[in-house]
């Protein structure tokens, strides 16, 4: 069972409603009327009691001077006095809200009928359609509506405006957007899109459009990125890429719309005209790289090519451009009746200011492939080949390369074309003449090859030669050796013989006369130093007794001579203790017999024994 608490509350809250509804009802009884801040009282005037206007007039559905039926004014948020429940029947809408990056279509279901073939009503000042009054006074006219209804809120009456909501137009960055209008002036006839009219703030504003006079159908000008609340029911919008024009490219434009044309080129050129920018036709003026917004359904832009451009004459190969994918390998035949392919390639550049002439002559770079270069290269070659046997031609490649870059440049000259450089590629002779060739290549190479070999024999018998001389050699230059040795020697021999002889002469030379300078300082030096003892002794004889000095002399000389003065012989006295015997001159004599005893000569005889005389 539900609390006490809960009960009484419950009860509390059904009674405030009750005395609400109670007090609106009793309000509302006595003509009094509330209507909410949020919303709008639509009211319809159920009948007329006194009063000239008691009914609407014909074709008209909303009442503006107080006749029977849907009132044009709306009750504002607020209290309403005297509006007698039977009399009035009033109803409340919330305002009419459009919220961020919708727009409101409108519709009214009152006004003039829309007349002179248009199929959207003008717009006029009616407060954003919050004035029905105004809208129908000022000629507001029955159906779709020219103008919209922004974001924001709205006391718009329901009941004569019906109000849809759409999203606004957005265009992306990079993007353009193509306008088609439904309403303007036709265009001309021969024209195919409306020129740029002032004034009408991007189609936003499609009643200033129609004033300043512009056209229906499609427009020249193009929208911008950005939000635009444009009235799809006044014109449709389609997005397209903004035009680019890469780099090495120029594009040339080629104008639909604008003011006729007057060529600029003059009498020099006379395969198309070039006009000023804002005419109709090739302009003469191209685009540089970069992205424009040009509109691709009133104007058309040519890339071409600045940069230098490969293009390939063989079969499966081709560059990025794709300017040669339809061409293939040339086959030509040669004055022999030989049938061959060969790929070429050709270069090609289109100065900057001379590709307006080239897309007024051609239309496009690929036309100009196909209508130009083609035939002009195809046909090059194969009158070359045509004046050629298939051999010869082979050979000639650089010649005839050369000779096609001279040609294929004049040609090219006269379509306002570089020609850069035109180069052969892969030549594919026929099986047979291919054979030929073979074989004479072999046996050309044969010939080399037995010539080759014949040299090395040659040569190799050179060099046993060579080899043979070398091994002997060693000996020739031994024996070369020896002989030059043998001859150095015999002069050496000759050379010492002789310089033995005169080194002897010159030392005997020199010996004698050294013996001469000797013997005679020696006699001299004999002869003074005789000279000067004879005086010392003579003073020293002078001094002392002969006899005395005569024994001093001879114990000096043992003395120097190393002779033993103890004598080993000893000599005694005479015979019989007899006196006269043992002197000093017996002793020498008793030595002199020794040593002539001792002499070699007597070496067998065994040495006399030391004499001792008694």
């Not at 509390?12 to 005395?19: D, K, P, Q, S, W």
């Not at 909501?165 to 265009?187: F, H, Q, S, W, Y």
């Not at 030595?591 to 002499?599: G, P, S």
């Amino acid at each position: 069972m539900p609390s006490t608490p809960f009960i009484t509350a419950g009860v509390i809250l059904a009674g405030i409603v009750f005395l609400i509804a109670t007090y609106q009802w009793i309000l509302r009884i006595i003509g009094v009327v509330i209507i909410p801040q949020n919303g709008i009282g639509i009211v319809t005037k159920k009948f007329v009691l006194i009063g000239p206007n008691k009914i609407l007039a014909d074709g008209e559905i909303v009442a503006l001077k107080g006749e029977a039926g849907l009132q044009a004014d709306a009750l504002a948020p607020g209290l309403h006095f005297w509006l007698w429940p039977w009399q009035y029947s009033i109803h409340t809408e919330p305002f009419t809200e459009i919220e961020e990056g919708l727009i409101g279509i409108v519709e009214a279901a009152g006004g003039r009928p829309i007349s002179g073939g248009r199929v959207i009503g003008n717009a006029v000042e009616c407060d954003s359609f919050q004035s029905v009054r105004d809208f129908v006074e000022k000629g507001g006219e029955r159906g779709p509506q020219m103008a919209v209804i922004p974001p924001g809120k709205y006391r718009i009456n329901t009941a004569f405006f019906s109000v849809m909501r759409e999203r606004a137009l957005e265009i992306e960055d990079n993007m353009v957007g193509v306008v088609t209008t439904k309403e303007g002036t036709p265009l001309p006839t021969g024209e195919i899109a409306g020129g740029e009219v002032p004034g009408h703030n991007m189609f936003q504003d499609g009643q200033r459009f129609v004033e300043a006079g512009g056209y229906k159908g499609l427009q020249e000008q193009v929208l911008l990125a950005g939000r635009y609340y444009v009235n799809p029911r006044f014109a449709t919008v389609q997005t397209y890429p903004m035009t680019e024009v890469p780099i090495a490219n120029v594009g040339v434009v080629i104008a639909y719309v604008g003011s006729a044309g007057v060529d600029v080129t003059g009498e020099a050129f006379k395969h198309g005209n070039l006009v000023s920018p804002g005419e109709k036709g090739v302009c003469v003026t191209p685009l540089d790289p970069g992205r424009y917004p040009i509109n691709p359904l009133t104007h058309k832009v040519e890339c071409v090519p600045t940069a230098n451009v490969v293009l390939n004459w063989a079969t499966g190969k081709s560059e990025a451009h794709k300017l040669d994918q339809n061409l293939s390998t040339i086959t030509v035949r040669s004055s022999d009746g030989f049938t061959f392919n060969l790929d070429v390639s050709q270069i090609i550049h289109i100065p900057r200011n001379d590709a307006p002439k080239v897309i007024a002559r051609f239309g496009s770079v690929a036309n100009l492939v196909t209508q130009v270069l083609e035939p002009t290269i195809g046909n090059y070659f194969r009158n070359a080949a045509q004046g050629s046997d298939a051999i010869a031609f082979l050979k000639q490649r650089q010649e005839r390369q050369d000779d096609a870059k001279r040609a294929i440049s004049g040609a090219l000259g006269d379509y306002n074309v570089g020609a850069v450089d035109t180069l052969i590629g892969d030549i594919v002779p026929p099986e047979s003449l291919m054979k030929t060739l073979t074989d004479r290549k072999i046996a050309e190479q044969e010939k080399v090859t037995y010539g080759t070999q014949i040299e090395a024999q040659s040569t190799r018998q050179k060099l046993e030669q060579a080899k043979a001389l070398a091994d002997t050699q060693a000996r020739v230059v031994d024996a070369e050796r020896k002989v030059q040795i043998s001859d150095y020697d015999a002069q050496a021999a000759v050379k010492k013989a002789e310089g033995e002889a005169k080194s002897k002469t010159i030392q005997a030379d020199a010996d004698a006369m050294v013996v001469t300078t000797v013997g005679q300082a020696t006699a001299k030096k004999t002869l003074a130093i005789g000279n000067a003892e004879a005086e010392v002794t003579k003073a020293k004889i002078e001094s002392m007794e002969a006899g005395n000095y005569a024994a001093i002399q001879v114990a000096q000389a043992l003395a120097g001579s190393g002779f033993k003065l103890v004598p080993e012989v000893i000599v005694a006295g005479g015979a019989n203790g007899q006196g006269g015997g043992g002197t000093l001159v017996d002793v020498l004599l008793a030595n002199l017999v020794r040593d002539q005893a001792a002499k070699p000569t007597m070496a067998a005889t065994p040495s006399a024994p030391e004499v001792e005389v008694a």
